[in-house]
């Protein structure tokens, strides 16, 4: 049962660790727009292109709930991710002296100016379906990328401000991703979501480190927003 779990098709493309980079869609500098109070980003959707795999977490979440169908599987590992990549994303702007948390935005409170962050994980290769499933499994290239919406609310209503695409692109070493009080920040992120009842299986390292690196590029480039809008009395380092 093990072996059938293992051999499931759900590769990550986020498998392999790899470089980052933040491609802008649009941004809107609005001159005066209120400092937000809270940034709050959601969890992450997933595109149906986006090929998942991690056979140490299958095999967690096996011993935890018995026999798992293969759609389950790749709904808790989904969930997973986008816990890993929030909660990175929310210790990285708090590291820039940003108020950061996780959240909906049915959890905003209007009396105050909000900023909401969302977004989506696609796969970047558009090429054939098959070759794409092979490479998935972490023996290649495999990339993916997370459409990233962020908008300002308050009492006056809701503006989208910003938009890009940050991608992460495999077949590099894996090297040191989170160091220092990020790194403490970000585990107590997590701690604190799987308290609340999310995913508590461990992704594999290499999953884990390419979810944060996505992470880290989404978040400095609200952080160069927000240095943009004068929030920020400078860049974060």
Excluded at 20 to 40: D, E, H, K, Y
Excluded at 175 to 204: D, F, H, Q
Aim: net charge positive.
């Amino acid at each position: 049962m093990l072996r059938a779990l293992g051999g499931l098709a759900f590769a990550l493309a986020l498998a392999a660790c790899g470089q980052t980079n933040v491609q802008t869609m649009s941004s809107m500098f609005s001159p005066g727009l209120a400092r937000p109070a809270a940034i709050v980003v959601s969890d992450f959707d997933f595109s149906p292109d986006v090929v998942l795999l991690d056979r140490g977490f299958a095999a967690q979440l096996k011993r935890r709930m018995g026999n798992v169908p293969p759609e389950q599987v790749r709904e808790q590992l989904a969930a997973r991710v986008s816990q890993e990549i929030v909660g990175t994303m929310v210790a990285t702007l708090r590291e820039a002296g940003l108020t950061a948390r996780e959240g909906a935005e049915e959890t905003i409170v209007l009396n105050e100016p909000t900023l909401l962050v969302t977004g989506k994980v696609r796969a970047i290769d558009q090429g054939n379906r098959t070759q794409r499933n092979v490479i998935g499994l972490g023996a290649g290239k495999s990339e993916v990328a997370a459409d990233v919406v962020v908008a300002h609310l308050s009492t006056s209503g809701k503006k989208e401000v910003l938009a890009f695409a940050a991608e992460a692109e495999s077949g590099r070493r894996p090297g040191a991703v989170v160091t220092g009080p990020l790194g403490a920040a970000r585990g107590a992120a997590t701690v604190a979501a799987t308290a609340a009842g999310a995913v508590s299986e461990k992704l594999s390292a290499e999953v884990e480190a390419h979810a944060r690196h996505l992470a880290q590029a989404a978040a400095r480039r609200i952080i160069a927003y927000a240095t943009e809008q004068g929030w920020l009395t400078k860049p974060a380092t």
